[in-house]
């Protein structure tokens, strides 16, 4: 299976900077059609996950536009340009390039 | 609106079993794949198990392989997860989840989860 390596474990933030969290697979994350499937989730404490972006880059419905990600080879990072209150929670990136699909462990963002 | 509603949930001992519910709303059910996710106390993400549209293509992690089955009611709106010969390793919270229409596309939507402990 391929292994999603997330870090930091833990990224304490000040209110209206950014911050970036990254993730790095075990094996190119390009499928045969081009794409790239790498999802971003959020989970608040408490709630289910929310899905932020897919294919790496795009965001969903509703979601701020401070989010964004990107990729370099197999390296991926979500960046939050100005972190706000409500962005505080566990943030997963998942690859669905190769089955079975699968997690980081997480990145706990808190706010300072 | 989406909505996925897990139920079934609870306390059970090891070696017993559980069916966890999914009620579906808000789009055309029998269109979408579906999925189970679980995520142990304090722990991260693990996907569980996949549907397909029809319910004739089926998945399962390898730690649930012959112990779990997965199924659906398209009449219904209905997703389920047939649990038997439970663990304490399998004590976590489960979350049904969309795929979207798109191939190759993971978990757009996802219910509120369902507690399952497995405990003596």
């Known amino acids: 299976d391929v292994v999603m390596t997330q870090s930091p474990l833990s990224l304490p933030v000040t209110l209206g900077q950014p911050a970036s969290i990254s993730c790095r697979s075990s094996q190119s994350l390009v499928h045969s059609d081009g794409n790239t499937y790498l999802n971003w989730f959020q989970q608040r404490p408490g709630q289910s996950p929310r899905r932020l972006i897919y294919?790496?880059?795009n965001r969903d419905s509703g979601v701020p536009d401070r989010f964004s990600g990107s990729e370099s080879g197999t390296d991926f990072t979500l960046k939050i340009s100005r972190v706000e209150a409500e962005d505080v929670g566990v943030y997963y990136c998942?690859?669905?390039?190769?089955?079975?699909?699968?997690f980081g462990g997480g990145t706990k963002v808190e706010i300072k | 609106e989406v909505q996925l509603v897990e139920s079934g949930g609870g306390l059970v001992q090891p070696g017993g079993s559980l069916r966890l519910s999914c009620a579906a709303s808000g789009f055309t059910f029998s269109s979408y794949e579906m999925n189970w996710v679980r995520q142990a106390p304090g722990k991260g993400l693990e996907w569980v198990s996949y549907?397909?549209?029809?319910?004739?293509?089926?998945y399962y992690v390898d730690s649930v392989k012959g112990r779990f089955t997965i199924s659906r009611d398209n009449a219904k709106n209905s997703l389920y997860l047939q649990m038997n010969s439970l663990r304490a390793e399998d004590t976590a919270v489960y979350y049904c989840?969309?795929?979207?229409?798109?191939?190759?596309?993971?978990?757009?939507?996802w219910g509120q989860g369902t507690l399952v402990t497995v405990s003596s």
């Open positions: 294919k790496v880059s």
């Open positions: 989840a969309r795929n979207p229409l798109l191939e190759h596309d993971y978990f757009d939507y």
């Open positions: 549907i397909d549209s029809s319910g004739t293509t089926i």
């Open positions: 998942m690859q669905g390039t190769h089955w079975p699909p699968t």
